[in-house]
């Protein structure tokens, strides 16, 4: 498959995250590659949610293989991660779901092995401005992706592209956070998807171009469930896929920390270790 349109390149934005839990439990999340522009240059990052990375007892990235820079489908290479939770940094804000670990020592790692790794980062220029995000309708299409409840392509080590709509305006902090809510199904194994908005033309019509990167408008985070018959709660969308998110329980509502956020959390890096 040549990686040629922006469809094809949703397929590797991600990589998959393995997880052994404290009480010895696996379990199984979404990272996401972001590319970064700074004053020092251009950075590459791992990003994913805290929640995926706290309290685990050890854990692993999985990459597809590249040669000579084309993907070698359903070639993955495992990266284990010593000191897992201590590897990643956190947003600044603890109450913000989200981590980073830089890119460059995880391709050296595998180039150590004769190992080339291959990434399709998102370009954090999608991102949405306030601008950007004032011209979203109320009601907008979005697709994400990732392992839901740990399903892949495990012959083609691929992810699972999915569909749905907000369900809140982007133009809005849901609850005056930096978040909104999308009317997808959202299981565990989706936490750390990025979930992308198409973009429109002048006309306002979707812009079907193949070559038109999409909105990189979010992470998705916790889903609503219904705790009992007059309350629903959101939820951080577990990593184990033994967790006790139960399918009968969700209202297919996911939450979605927004873009902005995950600026917030490069800037903290390169703030702290570029100055």
């Given amino acids: ?33 972001i590319e970064h ?4 240059g251009r950075s590459r990052f791992v990003v ?10 050890r854990g692993a990235l999985v990459f597809t293989r590249a040669h000579n820079g084309q993907p070698l489908i359903g ?19 603890p109450e913000v779901d989200l981590a980073l670990v830089p ?13 080339e790794l291959y990434v399709q980062p998102i370009d954090s220029r999608t991102m949405p401005n306030a601008a950007d995000s004032a011209a979203f ?27 749905g709509s907000t369900a809140t305006a982007l133009a809005l902090d849901f609850e005056g956070r930096a978040e909104f809510l999308i009317d997808a199904a959202v299981y565990p194994g989706s936490s ?15 812009d079907d171009t193949s070559q038109s990167a999409p909105w990189f408008a979010g992470v998705v985070a916790a889903v609503f469930f219904r705790e009992e018959a007059s309350r629903l709660v959101p939820v951080p969308v577990p990593a184990s896929v033994g967790g006790t998110v139960l399918g009968s329980e969700m209202i297919d509502l996911g939450l979605v920390i927004k873009a902005s956020a995950v600026q917030e959390l490069l800037a903290a890096y390169l703030g702290r270790w570029l100055d």
């Fill in 48 to 57: 994913t949610n805290r929640h995926l990375v706290e309290g685990v007892q």
């Fill in 75 to 93: 070639q993955r290479f495992q990266i284990d991660i010593e000191d897992f939770p201590q590897a990643w940094f956190c947003h600044p804000q």
């Fill in 137 to 163: 309708d109320a009601l907008e299409d979005v697709l994400f992706v990732g392992y839901p409840s740990g399903v892949w392509d495990q012959v083609n080590a691929l992810p699972i592209l999915r569909r």
């Fill in 1 to 33: 498959m040549h990686v040629d349109t922006a469809a094809k390149r949703l397929l590797f934005h991600t990589v998959r995250v393995d997880t052994v839990l404290a009480d010895g439990s696996l379990g199984s999340g979404t990272a996401f590659v």
């Fill in 103 to 115: 890119l460059r020592p995880l391709l050296e790692a595998a180039q150590a092995q004769g190992v």
């Fill in 37 to 40: 522009q700074h004053t020092r």
């Fill in 192 to 206: 750390g998807s990025p979930v992308f908005v198409r973009r429109r033309r002048s006309d306002g019509a979707p």
